[in-house]
Structure formats: structure tokens, C-alpha cells
T-cell receptor, first 113, second 110 residues
């Protein structure tokens, strides 16, 4: 399972509240990604990281920030949650031995009321 | 920009064959991936194509034509457990990011 965990797995919060989601990996991989998945849109990249303190924006980065102070942890923060950020959030790493394919964490279901 | 299209839904009978098409128009290309995602679970890697042709892996095969911007995933001898969403994704050659299609939900009926 590539040693990826996400926390929390479920969260309900209110509009305007800050929220931080954590992705943790145990195998020292360099690349980490945050996606959101919504019906009809598939997986969309929010932010990604190519090393400690090295991050860049994806296609839907507005309203989100990230931090990576250690190789194993990649944090996604919603500074002031909105109802449009209700979604399932997946973390991923590039880890495949042959194709460098991405492996996904179990996901976090976030509901913003 | 990235434009990746797949059918939204497909239905097939147990034991049959289903072909899921994916067409793409992207600013760059460094391989095409297929992922399987069961309801409520994370996507899992199925196959990878970077050169034209067919890659076979058990009951699943994936085909790529780079000149046509086209791929398909072929599922043979369908089983009930194959009911899932199938995601097509193209990798960017500059930064290795993946762009995903919206996914195709396959329902296998007895």
C-alpha cells in the first residue's frame, strides 16, 4: 500500500473554519500530491511537492495552501473553509519501481456546512 | 491545457468484454495510465502505456495510439468485482504531473 496514511479520514466543519489535512508516508519518496475528487470532475490536482519546502500549485489551488517541512509529511490547509470545498481529498506519492506511477492514500471526506 | 475524455458510464454482462475509450489533447505527453477505483476507495494502478501498441496484463489490456491521442482499456471475462470506476490519466513530461479524465463507471450485471 506504499505506506501512505491520511488524517483525519472524515471531518465535518463549518464555513469560515480553518482545516488542515495530513498526509504521511513511511518510505521517503520525494514527490507528493494533493487531489480533490468531485462527481463529474474526476481527480483534480490542488498542490504538489517535489521535496522538503519545495511545493507548487496545481489546477485548483485557490483557497488552499500546503507545507512540507519533513519528507514524510505533506499538509493541506484550507485557511477559511467554504461549502465549495466539500469533497474527498486524496494524497498520492510517485513511487512505482518501473513506471513511477502514483499510489494513493485512503482519502479524507470533508464536509463544510 | 489538458483535455481528457472518457464515457461516463458503461454496463456489461458477467463474462463479457468491455472496452473503455480515452481520448486526450494535452500540451505534452509522457505516458498514459489507467487506474481502477471501487466506490468509497482510493484509485489503484492498473496499467501504463508510453509507446504505441497493446500491453496485456491478465484479463486487462491497454492500448495506445499517440498519433491519434487515443487509448483504450479492455476488460475481458468480466467479473462482478470489476464493477468500479476506471480513470484515464496523462503524465506531463516536464513536471510528471498527472491530468485525469472524469472516469468511466462500469457496472457488471449477472
Amino acid at each position: 500500500d506504499a505506506g501512505i496514511t491520511q488524517s483525519p479520514r472524515h471531518k465535518v466543519t463549518e464555513t469560515g473554519t480553518p482545516v488542515t489535512l495530513r498526509c504521511h508516508q513511511t518510505e521517503n519518496h520525494r514527490y507528493m500530491y494533493w487531489y480533490r475528487q468531485d462527481p463529474g470532475h474526476g481527480l483534480r490536482l490542488i498542490h504538489y511537492s517535489y521535496g522538503v519546502k519545495d511545493t507548487d500549485k496545481g489546477e485548483v489551488s485557490d483557497g488552499y495552501s500546503v507545507s512540507r517541512s519533513k519528507t514524510e509529511d505533506f499538509l493541506l490547509t484550507l485557511e477559511s473553509a467554504t461549502s465549495s470545498q466539500t469533497s474527498v481529498y486524496f494524497c498520492a506519492i510517485s513511487a512505482g519501481d518501473r513506471y513511477n506511477e502514483q499510489f494513493f492514500g485512503p482519502g479524507t471526506r470533508l464536509t463544510v456546512l | 491545457g489538458q483535455n481528457i475524455d472518457q464515457p461516463t458510464e458503461m454496463t456489461a454482462t458477467e463474462g463479457a468484454i468491455v472496452q473503455i475509450n480515452c481520448t486526450y489533447q494535452t500540451s505534452g505527453f509522457n505516458g498514459l495510465f489507467w487506474y481502477q477505483q471501487h466506490a468509497g476507495e482510493a484509485p489503484t494502478f492498473l496499467s501504463y502505456n508510453v509507446l504505441d501498441g497493446l500491453e496485456e496484463k491478465g484479463r486487462f489490456s491497454s492500448f495506445l495510439s499517440r498519433s491519434k491521442g487515443y487509448s483504450y482499456l479492455l476488460l475481458k471475462e468480466l467479473q462482478m468485482k470489476d464493477s468500479a470506476s476506471y480513470l484515464c490519466a496523462v503524465r506531463d513530461p516536464n513536471d510528471y504531473k498527472l491530468s485525469f479524465g472524469a472516469g468511466t463507471t462500469v457496472t457488471v450485471r449477472a
